[in-house]
């Protein structure tokens, strides 16, 4: 029997595809949006990682589908809901396996698509488990996205834009982390063992702390010589406006809606940190394009 295309779509969480923007990165900084962004060998690292994404959650769903079962939240995904069985989770996964692969080798970033993949299976296996180092490799996942994007179209990759990413990357998986903490105080649900060692008030301190140091890293590449030079233009810190609001609208929302703090039901639910965003990508286009 066919599954249909809607559960398909919903087993591969195909909403955080759009993590997978984070490709598109190093083309955006590297001044190269006009002239590369319709590079073939960059849209299939995109679709790459998106397939590749897409199987390590099914993998996950597979690990942690018991738990899954008792969440308020995670019960109404496709496997633990009971929308796909279990055979059909390994197909997907075996399907998905071939075009990753295939995709991975035409645009030349199969060294960040193996290591991934490697990385995130360990990740749903045992490494979740343990604190500190389970918000590490969900934030090495964006700098594997950076990677691959720069790969792809053969750009340098400033360090610079990996520190940014990573401290983003941090403070994000923190802000997670919390959701969870919190959720698990006020519903009966077993939570993971590394979720358990962390506590509310550290993870607000930690988050603060990278927000000033992410802050100040992004002031000081502003207006660092070599990059105002390459940009021909000392107008860039004009940007850390929108950081500053954005932050300052991420620790609003999650004071006001404790439990509903993801990354991604962020972006999709609250349309000012959406503009904010929006608002920082023109501005930024407009003092290095325009």
Not at 64 to 77: A, I, M
Request: charged fraction near 15%; charge should be positive; hydrophobic fraction near 55%.
């Amino acid at each position: 029997m066919a599954i249909p295309i809607n559960t398909i779509l919903h087993a591969l969480r195909y909403k955080h595809w759009i993590k997978n923007v984070f490709i598109f990165v190093p083309l955006f900084f590297g001044q190269q949006l006009l002239t590369s962004f319709l590079n073939y060998k960059l849209w299939l690292a995109f679709i790459c990682f998106c397939l590749l994404t897409s199987m390590v959650y099914l993998f996950n769903d597979l690990v942690d589908v018991n738990d899954d079962k008792l969440h308020p939240e995670n019960r109404k995904r496709a496997y633990a809901s009971g929308l796909i069985a279990p055979h059909e989770v390994l197909n997907l996964m075996g399907i998905l396996a071939i075009p990753v692969l295939i995709l991975g080798a035409i645009s030349q970033i199969l060294w960040p698509v193996f290591l991934y993949f490697i990385l995130n299976i360990a990740y749903s296996l045992k490494l979740k488990s343990i604190p500190i180092l389970d918000i590490i490799i969900l934030s090495l996942g964006f700098i594997f996205r950076l990677w691959a994007g720069a790969s792809a179209i053969n750009i340098h990759l400033s360090i610079w834009l990996i520190l940014i990413t990573l401290l983003l990357a941090l403070f994000l998986a923190l802000g997670k982390r919390r959701s969870e903490k919190i959720m698990s105080k006020t519903k009966t649900i077993k939570i993971k063992s590394a979720v358990s060692f962390y506590k509310v008030k550290q993870i607000d301190i930690a988050m603060y702390v990278l927000a000033g140091l992410n802050c100040l890293a992004y002031f000081a590449y502003t207006i660092a010589p070599e990059v105002t030079t390459r940009f021909q233009s000392d107008k860039i810190y004009i940007t850390v406006f929108f950081v500053l609001l954005g932050y300052v609208r991420y620790f609003f929302i999650i004071r006001s809606r404790p439990r509903k703090t993801t990354p991604v039901s962020l972006l999709f639910e609250d349309r000012y940190l959406y503009l904010i965003i929006i608002g920082w990508v023109l501005t930024f286009y407009w003092l290095i394009y325009v």
